[in-house]
């Protein structure tokens, strides 16, 4: 069983069972523009074991032009879940909203030629929370001709 919520809590919502497939980073506009980030982080749900118990009248919809049908919180602007209407059995979660880990270890990077200039390139370091950031930092340092610092 998952949980989740909107950013404000007026809507949760849970799964009676797990996420189907890998977790997809998608960098196309498409994803830029509904989530206001660089990428969206979504897996696939299948649509019968969904479940809004809170705050289902909140819940708004809009149709991107390609197709996909975007359903959002309109307490608080938070994507609920997003479906293609030629494959109604399936949701697409946005996995921000999850309240606890869903326990996923497949992931994609999709649609990669559209991200944003903007955006970090691919393999910065990694720094988890808690752990010292001197040595890192230490590491990656560099003299202003581009040479690795002894
Ligand atoms: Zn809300
Ligand atoms: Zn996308």
Request: aromatic fraction near 6%.
């Amino acid at each position: 069983m998952l949980k989740g919520s909107c950013a404000c809590g007026k809507i949760r919502y849970e799964i009676a069972g797990s996420l189907n497939g890998p977790v997809n980073h998608c960098y196309c506009q498409g994803c830029r523009k509904q989530s206001g980030s660089g990428f969206s982080s979504t897996a696939r749900v299948e649509a019968s074991v969904m479940n809004v118990l809170v705050g289902r009248h909140l819940v708004r919809s809009w149709q991107h032009a390609a197709g996909t049908e975007h359903f959002f919180a309109s307490c608080c602007g938070a994507l609920i879940y997003s479906r293609d209407p030629a494959d109604l059995g399936n949701l697409l979660l946005p996995l921000g909203t999850l309240d606890c880990d869903p326990k996923i270890g497949k992931n994609l990077h999709v649609d990669t030629s559209s991200k944003a200039a903007w955006l970090p390139p691919w393999g910065l370091p990694v720094i988890a929370e808690g752990e010292e950031i001197d040595p890192v930092i230490s590491s990656l340092w560099v003299t202003p001709k581009g040479v690795p610092r002894e």
